[in-house]
């Protein structure tokens, strides 16, 4: 099993900067995709940054030039600093991790509000 634990998230002013952490435990041997999802009030889960194997990073168009995704694997970290917020980034959080793609396992998500 492997568990996820987000934390970071909170309350910033529009033009603000958080950085979201993603605490990883259990068997890691099988898992080489990480990401950071995204749920705003009444809309779907979106994946808003990947990062694969070595470092392969992907990016939602809405997020690119503002989001960095980062992992810190002796420590079993991965990282979501976000920089430029809207008040569109508000939403709950969430850190997940596969194989060959981030999905599989959750963490219970943090939650970050832009204000405008």
């Known amino acids: 099993q492997v568990r996820l634990v987000e934390s970071g998230g909170g309350l910033v002013q529009a033009g603000g900067s958080l950085r979201l952490s993603c605490a990883a435990s259990g068997f890691l041997g099988g898992i080489n995709a990480v990401g950071w999802y995204r749920q705003a009030p009444g809309k779907q889960r979106e994946l808003v940054a990947t990062?694969?194997?070595?470092?392969?990073?992907d990016y939602a168009d809405s997020v690119k030039g503002r989001f960095t995704i980062s992992r810190d694997t002796a420590n079993s970290m991965v990282y979501l600093q976000m920089s430029s917020l809207k008040p569109e980034d508000t939403g709950v959080y969430y850190c997940?991790?596969?194989?060959?793609?981030?999905?599989?396992?959750w963490g219970q998500g943090t939650q970050v509000t832009v204000s405008s």
């Open positions: 997940a991790a596969g194989k060959s793609a981030p999905a599989g396992y």
């Open positions: 990062i694969i194997g070595g470092g392969n990073t």
